[in-house]
């Protein structure tokens, strides 16, 4: 499915809609307006991050803008946006498939690698992606075990999903080539920041970056849209 | 609080069609079963009492929103994992309800997704004919909100514990009015049915500035750059404590009430701000004024707010 959005030229927006599979269209009736700027909650807490020009770069064909900014990846997916929009463009969902582009082009691994380990430790173990283990001791301390809590309302100890199904969701996985994909960021090999120059240092995300995530090659992000200032102070 | 009968966006036309029926399948949530109990178990007995028999099956499976958009399955992928479940429900001939926005969004969204596009649906049911299903198209997916709304009569004729002198701040959370703001029965950006609701079980509304904002979790943003989700979980929770200082907030996502709740403690404990907050969900809200015993509301897990949680029950008469 991604293998065609290896083309960068800036007839993009248009090969690439179809890959999509229907989910996004309509970029190109974008007003330039500005209201899913303004209503933006990531926009509020990280100043460069702009739906707005990110609409703009993916009409006009600057997609390898968009692919390689951080921005892209600081989305809440609150849908905010396509609420106010005057014409109806789903940008939540234009997000979510550049964000899947721009990992076809070895961009933004690192943070999917993150959140594997839900689909693979709890939702394809469980069926449930939200585990009832608490990681924070406050919490445990505090409140105690959630099964006494569900035991004590009357329900049995723990929410339970049948083998059949669970088999069932594997399966799925299995044909669609989810397992694969997760089998691929399977190991996390950290980028070595001592080796980093200053002028990297400068745009890179604050966190450790890993350069090879399980066998792909991930390559730095950039702010493309802007300096990264901000935060609780602007909300 | 505004006059609600002028601002009122609510769709009576969405709502007309909702039916009342005598049995329906209930979505079970990731977050509802294994972080806030009370919302199962009040969503269970609120139905019940409510003369709506909920269905519960033990082969659904999360919803698959997460990991969706987690970025780690395709589409392609969650697709067949939403007709699965969707197709549960059509086995029993029964209409889906769902307790979170997500759950909500994601059914909805790719359900409509794959009843518009045949070839989708086509290669979607090859993969279920494997393990002897089918989808179909035929289960409509309605929001447990929307359900209470539609049985607001009821409720009133079965009020056993008016909510009086008890203040009611609300969170509509982003993915059911903005996600799916033609499915949804109110206005995105002037919603008002929770209100009416609280007013039916005598509570009464206050109103804050960030009202209408995003709770913070920002889906995976608590985990991939959790400082930015906090900043903007504290200048909402901040907006709640100084303007409306209700003894309630009322949220219609699981997933919503996790954030607010449990970031209370983690504002506390990393930047040193107090708040004493207790977030609830409508299931529990409803629960609440039906009488149902504290047991079955469940409120021990809520982490953030029980000082004020202690002092609000006991002025309604729960031993809490």
């Keep these: 499915m991604l293998e065609k959005a290896n083309d960068w030229s800036d007839t993009f927006y248009d090969k690439w809609k179809p890959i999509a599979m229907g989910f996004v269209n309509g970029a190109e009736k974008c007003l330039q307006c500005g209201k899913c700027t303004g209503q933006c909650p990531a926009a509020a807490v990280n100043p460069s991050y702009n739906p707005r020009k990110i609409i703009y770069d993916l009409v006009n064909g600057n997609i390898k803008r968009v692919l390689s900014s951080v921005e892209l990846w600081q989305c809440f997916f609150c849908s905010g946006c396509f609420a106010t929009c005057p014409v109806d463009i789903n940008f939540p969902f234009f997000v979510f498939m550049l964000r899947l582009g721009a990992m076809s082009q070895g961009f933004g691994w690192e943070d999917v690698k993150q959140l594997e380990k839900y689909a693979e430790k709890d939702y394809l173990q469980d069926g449930i992606t939200v585990s009832p283990e608490e990681r924070n001791p406050y919490v445990i301390e505090e409140r105690g075990d959630i099964a006494d809590i569900r035991q004590k309302a009357g329900m049995p100890r723990q929410r339970e999903v049948s083998d059949e199904a669970i088999a069932e969701i594997n399966m799925i996985s299995d044909l669609s080539g989810m397992t694969n994909f997760m089998k691929k960021i399977g190991g996390v090999e950290l980028y070595d920041c001592s080796k980093c120059t200053p002028k990297i240092e400068e745009k890179c995300k604050s966190k450790e970056l890993p350069k090879k995530v399980g066998n792909v090659k991930t390559h730095y992000r950039f702010y493309n849209y802007g300096v990264p200032i901000g935060g609780a102070d602007n909300a | ?320």
């Design chain 2, 1 to 320: 609080m505004h006059k609600l009968d002028k601002l009122s966006g609510i769709r009576e036309e969405i709502v007309a069609d909702i039916p009342i029926p005598e049995e329906i399948f209930y979505f079970q949530s990731c977050v509802a079963s294994n972080k806030y109990p009370g919302i199962e178990s009040c969503t269970l007995d609120v139905l019940n009492k409510l003369g709506v028999k909920p269905f519960v099956s033990e082969d659904q499976t999360c919803c698959g929103g997460f990991v969706t958009f987690a970025n780690v399955a395709a589409p392609t992928a969650s697709m067949p994992a939403v007709a699965r479940n969707i197709s549960l429900a059509e086995e029993e001939g029964l209409d889906i309800c769902a307790v979170c926005n997500g759950c909500w969004t994601f059914l909805n969204e790719f359900g409509h997704f794959m009843n518009g596009n045949d070839e989708v649906k086509e290669s979607v049911n090859m993969m279920l004919n494997m393990m002897g299903r089918e989808y179909k198209g035929e289960s409509n997916i309605f929001h447990i909100g929307a359900m209470l709304y539609k049985l607001k009569d009821r409720i009133a004729e079965n009020v056993e514990r008016p909510l009086e002198g008890l203040k009611f701040a609300t969170h509509y959370g982003c993915h059911y009015l903005g996600g799916g703001k033609y499915g949804a029965i109110d206005d995105a950006q002037h919603p008002s049915f929770i209100q009416e609701l609280v007013e039916i079980m005598g509570g009464e509304n206050v109103d804050y500035t960030a009202s209408g904002e995003c709770c913070g979790t920002g889906f995976t943003q608590v985990i991939n750059d959790k400082e930015k989700s906090l900043d903007h979980s504290q200048m909402k929770l901040e907006s709640v404590r100084d303007e409306a200082d209700p003894d309630f907030v009322i949220v219609l996502c699981p997933y919503c009430l996790s954030q607010l709740d449990r970031m209370q403690q983690q504002l506390d404990y990393r930047r040193d701000v107090k708040l004493d907050i207790p977030i609830i969900h409508i299931t529990q809200l409803a629960g609440l004024a039906l009488g149902l015993p504290k047991e079955r509301l469940a409120f021990d897990a809520h982490i953030g707010g029980q000082d004020r949680f202690k002092k609000a029950l006991n002025k309604i008469g729960i031993d809490y």
